[in-house]
């Protein structure tokens, strides 16, 4: 007996999978250009407060259109006369505490771009030669084998630097799958380019959209652009989510700072999402200045949120 045409109907059907939390979110935090990083701030005492679980390290923000890679990694230390090597140290010690440690590439500044594949290449090779490998490269952090990448896309970056972003993002899965990578935007960055491509191909694990500076900033009194954000930014991701915030109320041109007593209030909304994963703070000079917030808002992060989180599934029937 021949089967039924209607046997071999397949039926997408949107249902939406509830899941009880064990835990809550954590902390990750920026450390090292532009500001300070000296005394309490030093990458030693980020991570001896216990505060976090990762730590980028900021920044690789010179390269492409045919300059050479340069690193800038704050006040602390000058790469240019090899005074930073002394933060591998530092680098194995807060591995060895659990924290995963990360290259920022990019940054807020204006000094890079990558002009077509072969700079992304380039790039990928020496980034992971030199911080990834673990070959045993004296590079500008001594002989590290950090635990991945994080990409810092400035605003308003060009298709071309996110094009070959992606290209970056594969090389380096090339070399190793396991190499972890994120990614900062803005919150309000619609993604509909290669970035997204790149999020919906399993490339990138981490993404801290920047809730600062935009109409999507959490502002308790108008929530709705702050919620759509998240909204489409947990909708779209194949990856953990975080958010982006700064540490300090004042700092200039970074609206968009959350007192801790309002913190609580704005993370009910990302954690309805299972890919919830905490905040990522910019920056650790302000997190101390700022009478240590990321120790005032440990407890409201990692708490246990009260209700299931929802992930919406497509399933055949």
């Known amino acids: 007996m021949l089967a039924s045409p209607f046997q071999f109907l397949i039926v997408f059907c949107p249902l939406i999978f ?18 300070s990083n000296t005394t309490l701030t030093t990458l030693n005492n980020t991570c001896n407060t216990r505060n976090f ?11 492409g259109n045919g300059t050479a890679p340069r690193e800038d990694f704050g006040s602390s230390c000058n790469v240019a006369t090899g005074g930073c090597k002394h933060l591998q140290h530092d680098i194995e010690h807060c591995q060895r505490m659990g924290i995963k440690v990360l290259l920022c590439v990019g940054g807020p ?19 992971y030669g030199v911080y990834l490998s673990g070959s045993g490269v004296d590079g500008p952090l001594g002989r590290v084998k950090l635990d991945g990448v994080d990409f810092y896309l400035r605003d308003n970056v060009s298709r071309t630097l996110e094009t070959n972003i992606e290209a970056m993002a594969k090389f380096l899965k090339g070399y190793d799958e396991d190499i972890l990578l994120s990614a900062s935007m803005r919150c309000d960055y619609i993604p509909g380019s290669p970035l997204r491509r790149a999020l919906e191909k399993g490339l990138l694990d981490k993404v801290w959209p920047r809730f600062y500076d935009h ?11 702050f919620v759509s954000s998240v909204k489409t930014w947990t909708a779209l991701l194949n990856a953990s989510f975080y958010l982006g915030l700064p540490t300090r109320p004042d700092y200039p041109g970074r609206s968009g700072y959350i007192p801790p007593e309002q913190l609580k209030d704005a993370l009910e909304i990302p954690e309805r999402s299972c890919k919830y994963a905490g905040v990522m703070l910019w920056n650790r000079h302000w997190d101390v200045k700022n009478e240590n917030y990321s120790t005032r808002i440990k407890p409201i992060v990692e708490a246990t949120p009260d209700k299931p989180c929802i992930t919406p599934l497509h399933v055949v029937s």
């Open 53 to 63: 679980k990762v730590v980028s390290i900021a920044a690789l923000s010179n390269f």
């Open 215 to 225: 109409t999507c900033k959490y502002n308790a009194s108008q929530k709705e652009p």
């Open 18 to 35: 509830l899941a009880a939390r064990t835990h809550g979110g954590e902390i990750g935090i920026y450390w090292g250009f532009p500001e």
């Open 109 to 127: 500044t204006q000094n890079y771009t990558l002009s077509d594949a072969d700079e992304a290449h380039s790039l990928a090779t020496y980034v």
